[in-house]
């Protein structure tokens, strides 16, 4: 069967970044969740995405660039593997965002967590955008990308980043794929 165009991008953009950019850090699962099958998503941790300021702007340390491909700062990364140290997500129980949000205090409270999002959440909703590029194929970066800057909210301009948050799974790190200079974060 050929491959979509869409998907076939898709596959370029993930190519691009596998040899501009090394070996991923860690590979993740991840999917959206009304897709059946799991995908692994590699991780790549950039020092350029570290956030000198707090949350809740930290989200903004993360970009989803394709079905295959997220970027984080190395702070992130590195808060991710130590949260996954302490209690790890896996396919069978995945980590989603509480109450659907990332930044709704209220929602958040109504799903009983008051306190702000984890980096796995925060991997949860990057796992929903993944889930969009795969839908939305060669749209999803100038589509989503344009709008992703609104954050969640009540508008339709908020519509991609809602939906991220609301479907978005993380089923935990790819066993063996944490690189050996990452791997000392899940040790101690
Ligand atoms: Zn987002």
């Not at 790549?44 to 903004?60: C, K, M, V």
């Not at 205090?105 to 008051?114: F, P």
């Not at 839908?135 to 519509?159: D, K, S």
């Not at 991609?160 to 479907?167: D, H, L």
């Amino acid at each position: 069967m050929r491959a979509s165009p869409a998907a076939m991008l898709d596959h370029l953009w993930t190519w691009c970044f596998r040899h501009l950019g090394g070996t991923p850090a860690f590979r993740i699962w991840g999917k959206g969740r009304r897709e059946a099958a799991w995908r692994q998503i590699d991780v790549f941790a950039s020092a350029r995405h570290n956030l000198e300021s707090r949350w809740p702007l930290w989200a903004g340390s993360c970009v989803t660039w394709t079905a295959h491909v997220i970027v984080v700062g190395e702070d992130f990364a590195e808060r991710l593997l130590r949260e996954q140290r302490q209690s790890p997500a896996s396919r069978q129980q995945p980590v989603a965002v509480a109450g659907g949000r990332l930044s709704d205090r209220q929602r958040r409270l109504q799903a009983g967590i008051s306190g702000p999002p984890t980096a796995s959440e925060i991997m949860a909703h990057e796992c929903g955008h993944t889930a969009q590029a795969r839908r939305l194929g060669a749209a999803y970066l100038p589509v989503v990308g344009a709008v992703t800057l609104f954050r969640e909210g009540p508008h339709w301009w908020n519509h991609f980043e809602n939906e991220a948050s609301e479907s978005g799974l993380f089923g935990g790190l790819v066993s063996g794929s944490v690189r050996a200079d990452w791997a000392r974060y899940l040790r101690d």
